[in-house]
């Protein structure tokens, strides 16, 4: 693998391998790819007939695919095999998401990897970890959040807890674990020499974003049933209002001097709600702001609360937030393709980083990568007409 000319991230001249998956992996193999690292995702060979899975295969085709190349391997062909290990030589990290045992089985373990390339990084992202009594057993993210204790505290007392789609898990427990672990390992690797594993599993990242709300049930600051904390929508000044139009804003003026700026701007300074902090009085609290959000639009609230010290935001849809002003100042987004997508974060005072490409294609790029392991056309051909290479 060579790295892209047109690099310009902190990454740059990092070389990343990644086995293709759903999830977290390719999210974390999308960060280092902006970051400016020269990520190859190794494919299967494109499969015949429709996806019977809702499309969850085929994600790497969109925006969580940008700024990988593609090569193609059939990784149970013993050419398709060795041309992998041949790539695990040249690369200084390595991300897969299987469940445990996958990449052994296929010859692809750490300890084959490792041994061709003793300074490589191995990242290994799953749901329950490489050990346990789960670690073998199917599930998702919301299964791994639910055993965290990460699950319980979200959502309305009267309802089930609300899955907050695939972020605490897939995103943020696995992916940016994922991240951060390789780049730890890889600081490490440049003064030992010496690479490793890193498990990054994201029941452990969803346990480790639960952090604070530990501490604070620890101390017994913290109540375990739902809508009952400052910050789980119990409190009147952390929560989600409806507005005269049926859209919705969020106010989080936690600190009494924002607490005082929101009153003063909504017209309740001198209305007799309780006291801010004392969890007795949030329910009328919150009845009060419930009714005043109803009375004007959501656009009225943002000409009269945006720009001030209220902690309020309008709750945008995805469809409205790369339009905003601040996200547009902020150039919060990109345009790839004609495609929306969010830009790489976060952001560098002198090495930026950037979308290196749009998504690539099953194998698109399977000829440039093997004539950069120095094959001929001729063997590239072999290996092609052989079905070691889609």
């Not at 309780?274 to 009085?281: A, F, I, L, M």
Request: glycine share 14%; net charge negative; charged share 20%.
């Amino acid at each position: 693998m060579t790295s892209r000319a047109a690099a310009a991230g902190p990454l740059h001249g990092v070389k990343v391998l990644e086995f293709a998956g759903v999830g977290p992996a390719p999210f974390s193999a999308m960060m280092l790819s902006d970051l400016g690292a020269d990520v190859v995702r190794i494919d299967r060979p494109a499969p015949h007939g429709p996806s019977q899975d809702g499309g969850m295969s085929s994600m790497t085709d969109g925006i969580l695919g940008r700024g990988r190349r593609s090569i193609a391997l059939n990784l149970k062909h013993t050419d398709g095999l060795a041309t992998a290990l041949e790539l695990v030589e040249g690369a200084d990290a390595l991300i897969e998401g299987f469940r445990p045992g996958t990449m052994e089985r296929l010859g692809l373990g750490p300890e084959e990897c490792l041994g061709r390339n003793p300074r490589l990084v191995y990242g290994r992202v799953t749901g329950w970890g490489q050990e346990g009594p789960y670690a073998t057993v199917a599930g998702h993210d919301l299964n791994y959040i639910a055993l965290a204790g990460a699950l319980a505290p979200l959502g309305r007392r009267a309802l089930p807890p609300s899955p907050p789609l695939n972020l605490v898990g897939d995103f943020g427990g696995g992916g940016m674990l994922m991240v951060s672990g390789l780049l730890a390992g890889l600081m490490e690797a440049m003064r030992s020499g010496r690479g490793q594993v890193v498990d990054a599993a994201m029941i452990d990242g969803a346990a480790y974003q639960m952090t604070m709300m530990y501490e604070l049930f620890g101390r017994g600051a913290w109540v375990e049933e739902r809508e009952s904390n400052p910050n789980d929508g119990g409190s009147h000044f952390y929560d989600v209002y409806e507005t005269a139009d049926g859209e919705h804003v969020a106010i989080a003026a936690m600190e009494p001097q924002f607490y005082v700026e929101l009153l003063n701007r909504v017209g309740l300074t001198d209305s007799g709600l309780p006291q801010q902090w004392d969890p007795e009085g949030w329910p009328e609290a919150s009845r009060r702001f419930t009714e005043i959000f109803r009375t004007r639009t959501r656009d009225e609230w943002c000409r009269l609360l945006e720009g001030t010290d209220a902690c309020f935001a309008p709750v945008l849809r995805m469809s409205e937030a790369p339009s905003h002003p601040h996200n547009v100042h902020r150039k919060a987004f990109v345009t790839v393709d004609g495609v929306v997508q969010p830009a790489p974060a976060p952001r560098f005072s002198r090495t930026p980083g950037s979308v290196a490409r749009p998504a690539a294609g099953v194998g698109e790029h399977s000829d440039e990568i093997l004539t950069e392991l120095g094959l001929p056309a001729e063997r590239i051909e072999e290996l092609r007409m052989a079905g070691a290479v889609g």
